[in-house]
């Protein structure tokens, strides 16, 4: 076994599991400080940097960052870092003065983007500081994409919407909207445009071609359903209604359907709850509105008599995990009365506006365009692909990440640079010693549980669209949970040299992480010879140099590791540090230097 | 010393022994030594002994006299019973408490100030009594909270923070208890607890005095070059010349080891300690031997540690005595205070 070389942004980075996990790489515990320091300015702001929408995600996530927060390993429950975030974009005072802005004085190049979308806006985020003239071209008549028309007002308010789009919009953006791509290949041979990004999104919703499904007007499709709820042009629905599928666009739509005054809502899926593709807290949200969800039934058909829609018909199967899969029997089948059907069972990308003559390779198997997985450009020089329109239906905030690479990647492309040479990811370490027990970090552990966000009651939530479900937490909630991070970002930074193998830092270690052991012949056999065995392998293993006086090594288990700074209180050599990481992200515009250059 | 509280959570794996109790149980106060101090290992190797041997904390008394060492019952069994007494004066403590409650399981923590300057006689008589408890002696030369003037236990020609050399003979605790008789002598480091777990397990099941020397570097005032207390210095020049290995009653014996390496001696309630002997020719049970075998190593400038010497045949004070089974709390009112007629009775013995 060698050093862990902690000189690799990538192994501290790796400690803070939510950093790790965001798409974007948010610094999620720099910001829970500030807010719990009330600089609700500031954690926005440092929020935006990453994530570019702080409000919207707060509010609609996928939340990524919260199934790896060591805290759930430590007492079951991550932090609630989403609904943190809201808070700080809830509560912050007018930041208009902090938000980059374009300069006067333009570079000359033109970027033209298809889609105003959070990936393309993302985009115009990072170029317009630069210089850069951006032209968004919107089939709709509005900014935000599937953020606007396909996520409920009663999950995400219009002003958030408008106020985080205006950001970026009012730095210059030339906005076209009403404007649908018809051809790609006459905007790029216009020449007038540097460069192209497609961030149109995966608008197409799957179809279900069963029988009946086209002899009534009560079947929708999920996304062009909520889509019309949006624009006003469906105001009803029938009383009984069933959703088909279970991700989260199905949520989406059944808590919809409840406030179109459906009283009987269930939604279908042919697995299991383990399978389900929607978000944990939306089950829990919908299930809260009283809308059912069946399990182990598979579509047949649809039962039209007289024309009208009476029921749906599904094959029943028993389910049981053999091996840890799902092995589903059949048995027998079922009718459910119904009055609507709303189809979410999956979206589709659709390219008829791209011409396939343009030198722009489409694959064959999944007819979808071949992009580069970190440039992000196609195989078409200057065109560039993001969000859902790159790789399929994902998420918001991969989508920001996506706009992050391509505007990386057109900025390198304009200026006649290879792609391939991005700028790296950098660390700063700084240590948190404020006085022989004191750092400049709340290290005490709280045992506090996780708070519960406030709901706004039934009746209510139900009369109108567009009342807001979730309250956002209290000031009283904010401060428990605020306390409830482990400060993963102030890292324990081991000094071999300096170690008197006094055992001082392993005594006190309240998790068992720590542990002076002889060198194993390998990494397994290593976490099985420690103060805990090492069993949660997606965590490292730090270890030392061997140590002076022994030439045994410091073992470090990053598993559970509470951050509480007692080993470095306790170590009398100060070989154990605290220090706050901060990862450095590059963003378009970022200097690539090589590596030669600093000496690595 | 530390200003938070350690957390009270731990490890998802941590185990539980018999009593349904995890290693945390075991734990006291937060400890307010300085960052690094040997005794912090110490205590941590009692936690963990008392925990493995499934005592239940209640059962147990910890008495100290006075200085670092002595403040270090209250890091752990926070549930046990305890007594901090005057300096030097814990062994007569501890004597009385154990003639009233033999019941109790007995630890006595102590310094080489504490032991072997104000408090040496106690000692002495508390090892000639064989008083049933484990004696730990955490031995680090110095007078850490006067800031570091030799004790009686700092060896010759050693030197202070400052660099001055001791020019007195030192007080060898190991050696003075094999003169005075003691049936459990051991000498270990705080830095090594393999070695000084299963040691302090076999002075806690030993019946009689277990007097245990464990050289615990200050860290503050005695841990630099020239010291023959530091870390450093214990590490070149330790010599483990027999390693105990604790195997309490209810687990099986089993015989892994090289002809004439391992000696056994079964204590009183039945455990077994094994020795594992470095030097083949080493006997544990020979006192006379244990004494020069010190002596030897001494005049190497060597540091002998290991379980020393065991008395297999030990007497303590209430065997000796032959004082009622039991403790007194237990005896029934009518046995303990017999009335006046009784006492009438026996002083009439002696007209």
């Known amino acids: ?600 | 010393m530390t200003y938070i509280t350690k957390p009270t959570v731990h490890h998802p794996s941590l185990k539980k022994n018999a009593l349904g109790l995890t290693r945390r149980d075991y734990e006291g106060a937060i400890t307010t030594l300085c960052a690094g101090c040997g005794h912090d290992s110490i205590t941590a190797a009692i936690i963990h002994a008392f925990w493995e041997m499934d005592i239940a904390p209640h059962k147990v008394a910890k008495l100290s006299g006075i200085g670092c060492s002595s403040k270090t019952p209250a890091y752990f069994l926070r549930e046990a019973h305890g007594f901090n007494s005057v300096h030097g004066r814990m062994p007569a403590v501890a004597t009385g408490a154990n003639a009233a409650n033999g019941d109790l399981i007995m630890i006595g923590v102590s310094g080489d100030g504490d032991s072997l300057s104000i408090g040496l006689g106690q000692l002495c008589h508390a090892i000639r009594r064989n008083v049933n408890m484990l004696y730990v002696l955490e031995n680090n030369g110095v007078y850490g909270l006067t800031k570091g003037q030799f004790s009686a236990s700092a060896d010759p020609g050693t030197t202070s923070k400052k660099g001055e050399a001791n020019t007195m003979e030192a007080i060898d605790g190991a050696l003075l208890a094999l003169t005075l008789g003691a049936t459990f002598v051991a000498r270990s480091f705080s830095g090594d607890k393999d070695q000084l777990v299963p040691i302090i397990q076999a002075g806690i099941a030993h019946r009689g005095f277990a007097f245990v020397d464990v050289i615990s570097p200050c860290v503050t005032f005695n841990d630099h070059e020239g010291s023959t207390k530091s870390y450093a210095y214990t590490r070149e020049h330790a010599v483990e010349v027999v390693h105990a290995d604790f195997v309490p009653l209810r687990e099986p014996i089993e015989t892994t080891y090289a002809e004439g390496t391992v000696q056994r001696v079964t204590l009183h309630d039945g455990s077994v300690v094994k020795l594992r002997k470095v030097d083949k020719d080493y006997d544990a049970t020979n006192r006379d031997a244990a004494y020069a075998a010190i002596r030897d190593h001494q005049r190497k400038g060597e540091v002998m540690t290991g379980l020393l010497y065991l008395s297999p045949d030990s007497k303590d004070v209430h065997d000796q005595n032959e004082t009622v089974a039991g403790s007194l709390v237990s005896l029934p009112h009518d046995q303990l205070c017999p009335g006046n007629d009784a006492l009438q009775k026996l002083q009439q013995q002696f007209r």
């Open chain 1, 1 to 600: 076994m060698s050093r862990t070389d902690t000189s690799d942004p990538n192994y501290y980075h790796k400690v803070v599991d939510c950093q790790w996990a965001c798409p974007a790489h948010t610094n999620v515990p720099e910001y829970i400080r500030m807010i719990a320091q009330g600089r609700f300015d500031d954690a926005y702001i440092l929020n935006r940097e990453s994530n570019v929408f702080p409000g919207i995600l707060g509010r609609t996530c996928d939340r990524p960052c919260e199934p790896a927060c060591r805290r759930g390993r430590v007492d079951g429950k991550p932090v609630a870092i989403c609904r943190l975030k809201r808070v700080a974009a809830d509560h912050k005072d007018d930041i208009t003065d902090r938000i980059p802005k374009a300069p006067a004085k333009k570079n000359g190049k033109k970027v033209a983007l298809i889609g105003a979308g959070p990936s393309a806006l993302t985009v115009a985020n990072d170029l317009m500081p630069l210089g850069y003239q951006c032209t968004i071209f919107e089939k709709g008549p509005r900014p935000g994409g599937l953020m606007r028309i396909n996520i409920p007002a009663f999950r995400l308010p219009e002003p958030v919407l408008d106020e985080e789009i205006g950001y970026i919009v009012n730095m210059g953006v030339e906005m076209k909207y009403d404007a649908p791509v018809t051809s790609l290949k006459s905007l790029v041979t216009t020449n007038e445009y540097d460069a192209v990004f497609v961030g149109s999104g995966a608008p197409k919703g799957k179809e279900l071609d069963l029988p009946g499904r086209h002899d009534t007007d009560q079947i929708f499709i999920g996304i062009e359903w909520l889509e019309s709820i949006h624009f006003g042009h469906i105001h009803e629905v029938g009383k009984r209604v069933l959703i088909i599928g279970v991700g989260n666009t199905a949520m989406d739509c059944c808590r919809s359907a409840k406030r179109l005054g459906a009283t009987d809502v269930k939604v279908i899926s042919r697995k299991t709850r383990k399978y389900f593709k929607a978000s944990p807290w939306e089950l829990e949200d919908a299930e809260e509105e009283q809308v059912e969800i069946l399990e182990n039934l598979s579509p047949v058909r649809f039962i039209i008599e007289g024309g009208t829609l009476t029921g749906m018909e599904f094959d029943k199967f028993t389910s049981q995990e053999v091996d840890g899969k799902l092995v589903q029997e059949p048995a027998g089948r079922i009718t459910l009365p119904c009055d609507s059907v709303v189809l979410a069972i999956g979206q589709e990308n659709a390219f008829p506006w791209i011409e396939r003559d343009m030198g722009l390779e489409f694959d064959t198997k999944w007819d979808m365009p071949v992009v580069d997985k970190t440039t992000f450009m196609s195989t078409r020089p200057g065109v560039f692909f993001g969000g859902d329109a790159a790789f399929g239906p994902a998420n918001i905030i991969w989508a920001v990440e996506h706009g992050h690479q391509a505007a990386i990647s057109i900025d390198l492309f304009c200026h006649g640079q290879a792609l391939s040479e991005r700028p790296k990811a950098t660390m700063a370490l700084t240590s948190t010693k404020m006085g022989l027990h004191e750092w400049s970090y709340s290290n005490d552990y709280d045992p506090v549980q996780r708070q519960k966000m406030k709901h706004v009651n039934l009746p209510e939530r139900f009369s109108k669209m567009t009342v807001e479900v979730e309250e956002g937490f209290t000031a009283e909630q904010t401060k428990h949970e605020v306390e409830r991070c482990l400060n993963c970002d102030v890292q324990t930074h081991f000094t071999d040299s300096l170690c008197i193998e006094c055992d001082a830092c392993i005594d006190i270690c309240p998790v068992d992480c720590l542990t002076i052991a002889p060198a194993a012949a390998s990494e397994s056999a290593q976490r099985q010879h420690l103060m805990a065995p090492a069993e949660n392998l997606d965590q490292p293993l730090f270890e030392s140099g061997p140590l002076k006086q022994t030439g045994r090594l410091m073992v470090k288990d990053e598993n559970v590791c509470l951050h509480c700074g007692l080993c470095a209180e306790r170590c009398p050599t100060y070989a154990w540090d605290m220090r706050k990481f901060v990862l450095e992200l590059p963003y378009a515009g970022t200097a690539f230097i090589p590596l030669e250059a600093v000496g690595r």
